[in-house]
């Protein structure tokens, strides 16, 4: 089974802190997600990454940057938390190719990220 | 961008009854088209997807339909059980390397009552 952990399940951050948020995957996917759901508004995309060193914007990349030296991890940065920031992130991998599975998006627990 | 609109937002029915969820795109060069459930605190599982070359896929009590003039797809659960309580989220991309750069739909939360 494909594994997707992210390092943190909670955590309760401070208006102005910078928040790391981890995720390492264990089977070799090339490309990997992070996803922010909210009540209501379903999943929505903030950053991805075909390989290592490459990063593209999703939908809601505003107050968010990511960094993949390694292949097997992905970590998103809140520069500067806000408030509006507190929410569910999913982190998410996803293997290339025309094997079956392929193409299926394997997501992490989440991490429940709440600003003060 | 892609816009993907998911209808009903909650959906209550009875253990054995059918229950049905629409969702509708924007981008008509969109060909793929998942589904995911999420159980209660629990991450989302793909349960089922559809190219825009297919117009039905089945899967023993799932099925998915699409209509791609109208821009529309179905999830359609027979003879629901409780354990197919959970939300379901529908989602739309492009193909080739836009596989994964999916566009969720707000996600439908359903109860399934013994």
Known sequence: DVKVTQSSRYLVKRTGEKVFLECVQDMDHENMF???????????????????????????????????????????????ASTNQTSMYLCASRNTGYLAGANVLTFGAGSRLTVL | GENVEQHPSTLSVQEGDSAVIKCTYSDSASNYFPWYKQE??????????????????KDQRIAV?????????????????????????????????????LTFGQGTILTVHP
Not at chain 1, 40 to 65: A, H, W
Not at chain 2, 40 to 57: A, C, F, H, T, W
């Open chain 2, 40 to 57: 209660l605190g629990k991450r989302p599982q793909l349960i089922i997807d559809i190219r825009s070359n297919v117009g039905e896929k």
């Open chain 1, 34 to 80: 992070w996803y922010r759901q909210d009540p209501g508004l379903g999943l929505r995309l903030i950053y991805f990454s075909y390989d290592v060193k490459m990063k593209e914007k999703g939908d809601i990349p505003e107050g968010y940057s990511v960094s993949r030296e390694k292949k097997e991890r992905f970590s998103l940065i809140l520069e500067s």
């Open chain 2, 65 to 101: 339909t699409l209509n791609k003039t109208a821009k529309h797809f179905s999830l359609h659960i027979t003879e629901t059980q409780p354990e197919d309580s959970a939300v379901y989220f529908c989602a739309a991309s492009r193909g080739g390397t836009s596989y994964g750069k």
